[in-house]
C-alpha cells in the first residue's frame, strides 16, 4: 500500500480502554548486540492492535513491571509485529531477557510516521543512526516494494563501533541489491573492520541524489538527527523535505500525560516523525 | 408550579439556599462545593448550609493566603483555594485497570468507569473556562480519557459570580472573568446589600432548570432591580483585579523569547516545588506506575498527576531532557500561556492567580510575563551579533 | 628523464578534486619527486612516529587512520577516500606523523614530495596563499568531525 499518507490524526482508538495493552506472545529472540535484542511477536488472543505504518510506535509492555515506548521494525499480515529493544532501563530491561513462549502488552501504534508517499517521483537518502535502523526498516521495504516509483535510492547506516550495528546480516543483503546504494560507517573501529570510519555526517557528502528532488529521513539520536539535516541541507536538500523522528519521554503515548511535550508539539500524537523545517528552530535551544 | 426556563432569572433568598441544596440532591446529585479545612477553603462534600464558608474570605498575594471573618454572613465571599474542579474529573490518583496472569498470558480489566452524579456548587468564571480547557484535553482529540468522559458527563456547574476580586486575580485579563458567560448549568449571583441577603439565580440549561423546578413553593422571578445589582457586583469586581497581564502576542512573544535572560532570574527563585502545577485548574500532566501484587500474579495499573518542574518527567535513557531549573520553569510558563494556544485554540491560563498565590516564593507569572515584554529578544553575545 | 613521468603525475594530479583548477605552473613544480604510489590491503601509507615527509592525493582505495599504544588495540579514527588528500604533517614541525595510515582497500595514491611542496609554496606566496585556501577547508572539516566524534552521538 502507497497511499497518500496525509499528516491527520492517526486513529489510534485500539479496542476497548486506550491503555490496556493486549497480550501478545514472543515467538522468537534475536541477540542484536550484547545490550539490544530483537523480538518477534504475535497475537495471544483474537485481539491484536491495528496494523501500523512505517515509523509509527507501540506501547509496549512487560508485566509486572511497566511499559516503553518503542518503534514499529516490522509486521506481517498475520499481526506478527518486530520490535528491537536496547536495555536502557528496567522496562528494557525485562523486554530484552524475555525468551520465546513469553508474554508480553502492546497498545498502539501511535503516532505519524515517515511520509514515504511524499518522496515518490525523487530521489530519496534513508539516514539511520545507531538504533534509528529499526523505526526505518519499513521504509527501506516499502522503498524496495514501490522501487520504480522513486528515484535513486540511497541508504546511509551508521553505529558508534561495528559492534552496535543491528540487522548486520540483513543490512548485507541490501547491498547486493544494485538499485540502492548502502554505505555504513562508524565512529571508531578496531582492525577487524574494513568499512568506513566517521561520524555518519561524513558521508552524506558521498550521497548521489538531485538534492531539490530529494527526500530524507533520519533517525537515530536527537544530535545525530540534527548534524545530519545540517549536513543535507548544506548539499541543497530542502528543509522541507527533510524528515526526523524525536524522542521524547512518553507515558500515555495520546497526547494526554504532557511527558513528551517538545516545544507546541506532542511527539507522541504529533510526531514522532516531523518535519525538520517546523523543529530546527527548536532544535538549537537548549532542554526544550 | 410555574414552569422554568433556560434563561430565566430567579432570586433565591438566603434562608432558602439549604432548600437550593436539597433540590441538587432531589435530583440525584451530590453536592460538591466549598469548606474550610486546613485554614483554607477546598472543594469537598457538602451535605449542610454550615458546611459552606458562611462568613469567610480569603486574603491572597504572591505566596500568602489567609482566610479572615467577614462583617456579614456570605456563602461565597472568597475567591478560589488551593484546589479546584479538575480533581473530580482528573483525580490526583486513579485505577485504570487491572491485570492478572491466567494460563502464561495475562488478562487486562479496565476500571470501571461512572460514580456519583456530582453538582459543581460554587464555580467560578474562571474555572468554568478552566474546565472548558481540562475537557479539550482530555475528551477534545483524537482519543479521549474514559474516566474523565464518564465523569464529565455526570457533572452538573453551579457557577459563582464573583463578588470581589482577589490579590492574585487577573480573569479579566484572560478574558474568563468575572462574569459568567456560558458553560453553567445555574449561574448564582450573591447580594448582600442593599435590601435582603438573597442571590440571582440565573437558569443556563435544562438540567438546571430541572433543579430550580424542584423548588416550592416557586422562586419569584428576579426584578430589574436584581439584574441590575448582580452587573454592578460584577463590574466592581472587574475593576479591582490584584493583577493583570498584557497578552498581546503572547505566544509568538515566548516562543521568540526563548533564551531570554529573565529565565535565570526567575530560575534563581524557583524551588521546583511543583505547587503551581498542582494547584492549576488545567494542569493535567501525569504518570503511570505498575503496582505488582506480591505474588507478581496480578498488577494495577495507576495515574496519578505529575509536574513537568519533577526532574524525571522528561526521563530518556537514564537521564533527564530539562535538567535546570531554568528549562523547567520556562517549559511551564511558555507552555501555559504560549504553546498551549498551539496545541489547543486558547490560553491554558485563565487568570485565576492560584500559581502566584501558592508559590512558597511569590513567583507571579504577570510579571515575569511583563519584564519579557519589557525587553523582548535582548540575546546577544559580547560581541554585539545576534 | 623524469619529466615524462611527472608530467603524466601532473595530469593525474589536474583530475583530483584537491588540485582540480589549480594553476597549471603550480601542479607541475609539485609534482617534481612526486611518485605514483599502490598499496595492497593492510600495507602502510604512514607509521606514526616516523619522519613525515609526504602529503597523499588519494586517486582509488580506502586508507584507515589508525591510533593507540602498546596497552590498547589500535583504533581506526577515520578513513580517507578517492579525491581527498592525507597528511599535513609535511607543514608541520617536526614533520613526524601522528597516526599510522593502513590501506583496508587496495589504493591508489600520488605522494607529494613535503620538501618540493614547501620550498614551492614559500617561493610562490600567490600559490602559497591558494593552496592553504583550499587546505585549510579539510583540516576544518577533519576538526569539525573529530568535535562529533567527540559528541559521541550514538551515546544514550
Not at chain 1, 525468551?99 to 525523487?122: L, M
Not at chain 2, 501558592?358 to 504577570?366: F, K, Q
Not at chain 3, 599510522?100 to 614547501?118: Q, Y
Amino acid at each position: 500500500m502507497l497511499a497518500d499518507q496525509p499528516r491527520a490524526p492517526a486513529h489510534a482508538e485500539t479496542m476497548g480502554h486506550p491503555f490496556a495493552p493486549i497480550p501478545y506472545t514472543v515467538r522468537s529472540v534475536v541477540l542484536e548486540t550484547p545490550d539490544t535484542t530483537t523480538l518477534v511477536v504475535e497475537p495471544h488472543g483474537d485481539q491484536r492492535i491495528p496494523s501500523s505504518r512505517p515509523g509509527q510506535f507501540v506501547m509496549l509492555y512487560a508485566f509486572g513491571v511497566g511499559e516503553v515506548p518503542i518503534g514499529v521494525a516490522g509486521g506481517n499480515a498475520e499481526g506478527q509485529l518486530i520490535h528491537t529493544v536496547r536495555s536502557a532501563g528496567k522496562v528494557t530491561q525485562a523486554l530484552t531477557h524475555l525468551t520465546p513462549g513469553d508474554t508480553v502488552g502492546i497498545r498502539g501504534p501511535y503516532g505519524h510516521g515517515w511520509p514515504v508517499a511524499n518522496a515518490r517521483g525523487g530521489d530519496v537518502v534513508v539516514v539511520a543512526g545507531g538504533l534509528g535502523m529499526p523505526p526505518l526498516r519499513e521504509v527501506v521495504y516499502e522503498l524496495f516494494r514501490h522501487r520504480d516509483s522513486f528515484g535513486r535510492v540511497e541508504i546511509v547506516y551508521g553505529a558508534r563501533t561495528p559492534k552496535d550495528l543491528v540487522y548486520y546480516n540483513e543490512i548485507q543483503s541490501w547491498r547486493r541489491r544494485d538499485d540502492v546504494r548502502l554505505q555504513v560507517t562508524v565512529d571508531a573501529a578496531g582492525r577487524e573492520w574494513y568499512g568506513d570510519v566517521g561520524v555518519v555526517t561524513t558521508r552524506i557528502p558521498d550521497c548521489r541524489f538531485d538534492p531539490p528532488k530529494t527526500t530524507a529521513f533520519v533517525c537515530g539520536p536527537e544530535i545525530m538527527m540534527k548534524l545530519t539535516a545540517q549536513a543535507l541541507v548544506e548539499r541543497g536538500v530542502k528543509p522541507e523535505s527533510t524528515w526526523i523522528s524525536m524522542e521524547r519521554n512518553m507515558k500515555c503515548a495520546i497526547g494526554l500525560c504532557g511527558h513528551c511535550q517538545f516545544g507546541p508539539s506532542f511527539v507522541c500524537r504529533d510526531g514522532p516523525v516531523f518535519c525538520y523545517r517546523d523543529l530546527a528552530p527548536l532544535l538549537a535551544v537548549r532542554e526544550v | 408550579m410555574g414552569e422554568v426556563r433556560v434563561g430565566g432569572q430567579y432570586v433565591l433568598d438566603r434562608a432558602r439556599f439549604p432548600e437550593f441544596l436539597s433540590a441538587l440532591s432531589a435530583c440525584g446529585y451530590d453536592v460538591v462545593g466549598p469548606t474550610v479545612r486546613d485554614s483554607a477553603i477546598v472543594y469537598d462534600r457538602i451535605e449542610k448550609l454550615d458546611d459552606l464558608p458562611v462568613g469567610w474570605t480569603d486574603r491572597q498575594d504572591g505566596g500568602k493566603y489567609r482566610l479572615e471573618r467577614r462583617s456579614d454572613e456570605a456563602l461565597f465571599g472568597y475567591n478560589v483555594g488551593p484546589f479546584s474542579w479538575k480533581r473530580f474529573l482528573f483525580p490526583p490518583r486513579e485505577r485504570l485497570w487491572t491485570a492478572e496472569k491466567v494460563e502464561g498470558s495475562f488478562v487486562v480489566r479496565p476500571e470501571p468507569t461512572g460514580g456519583p452524579r456530582l453538582a459543581f456548587l460554587g464555580v467560578r468564571a474562571c474555572e468554568l473556562a478552566a474546565l472548558d480547557m481540562t475537557d479539550k484535553v482530555f475528551q477534545g482529540g483524537p482519543v479521549a480519557d474514559p474516566g474523565y468522559r464518564a465523569r464529565r458527563a455526570r457533572i452538573l456547574k453551579v457557577a459563582v459570580q464573583c463578588g470581589q476580586a482577589g490579590g492574585t486575580c487577573f480573569c479579566v485579563s484572560m478574558g474568563t472573568g468575572p462574569g459568567v458567560r456560558s458553560g453553567a448549568d445555574l449561574v448564582l449571583t450573591e447580594i448582600l446589600s442593599p435590601g435582603p441577603h438573597r442571590f440571582l439565580l440565573e437558569v443556563g440549561t435544562p438540567l438546571g432548570a430541572e433543579v430550580v423546578a424542584r423548588l416550592a413553593p416557586p422562586l419569584s422571578s428576579a426584578a430589574k432591580d436584581e439584574e441590575g445589582l448582580a452587573r454592578g457586583i460584577v463590574e466592581r469586581t472587574a475593576g479591582s483585579m490584584g493583577r493583570r497581564m498584557d497578552t498581546g502576542g503572547i505566544r509568538d512573544l515566548l516562543r521568540t523569547n526563548l533564551e531570554h535572560p529573565r529565565w535565570e532570574i526567575v530560575a534563581a527563585r524557583c524551588l521546583s516545588c511543583t505547587n503551581c502545577t498542582m494547584v492549576c485548574p488545567t494542569c493535567f500532566c501525569s504518570s503511570q506506575e505498575e503496582v505488582p501484587s506480591l505474588d507478581a500474579q496480578a498488577v494495577e495499573r495507576w495515574r496519578r498527576w505529575d509536574s513537568c518542574y519533577n526532574l524525571a518527567f522528561t526521563e530518556l535513557h537514564g537521564t533527564s531532557v530539562r535538567k535546570s531549573g531554568l528549562s523547567r520553569y520556562r517549559q511551564w510558563m511558555t507552555h501555559k500561556l504560549g504553546t498551549w494556544h498551539d496545541q489547543f485554540g486558547t490560553s491554558g491560563c485563565v487568570g485565576c492567580g492560584r500559581c502566584i498565590t501558592w508559590c512558597p516564593v511569590g513567583i507571579d507569572l504577570t510579571e515575569e510575563v511583563a519584564a519579557i515584554r519589557a525587553s523582548p529578544g535582548t540575546i546577544t553575545t559580547k560581541g554585539g551579533s545576534r | 628523464m623524469t619529466e615524462p613521468r611527472a608530467s603524466a603525475l601532473a595530469e593525474a594530479l589536474r583530475n583530483h578534486p584537491f588540485f582540480a583548477g589549480f594553476d597549471t605552473a603550480f601542479v607541475r613544480a609539485i609534482s617534481a619527486k612526486a611518485s605514483d604510489q599502490r598499496f595492497d590491503v593492510d600495507e602502510y601509507l604512514a607509521r606514526e612516529g616516523t619522519e613525515a615527509g609526504l602529503l597523499y592525493a588519494v586517486i582509488e582505495g580506502k586508507i584507515a587512520l589508525e591510533i593507540g599504544s602498546a596497552d590498547r588495540p589500535h583504533l581506526t579514527v577515520q578513513t580517507v577516500g578517492p579525491g581527498e588528500v592525507l597528511g599535513w604533517s609535511w607543514l608541520v614541525p617536526p614533520h613526524r606523523w601522528r597516526f599510522d595510515a593502513r590501506a583496508v582497500k587496495p589504493s591508489h595514491a600520488i605522494a607529494l614530495n613535503g620538501d618540493v611542496l614547501r620550498r614551492t609554496l614559500r617561493t610562490h606566496p600567490k600559490w602559497g596563499y591558494e593552496f592553504m585556501v583550499r587546505f585549510m577547508p579539510v583540516l576544518a572539516e577533519r576538526l569539525e568531525n573529530t568535535r562529533v566524534q567527540l559528541l559521541d552521538i550514538h551515546a544514550r
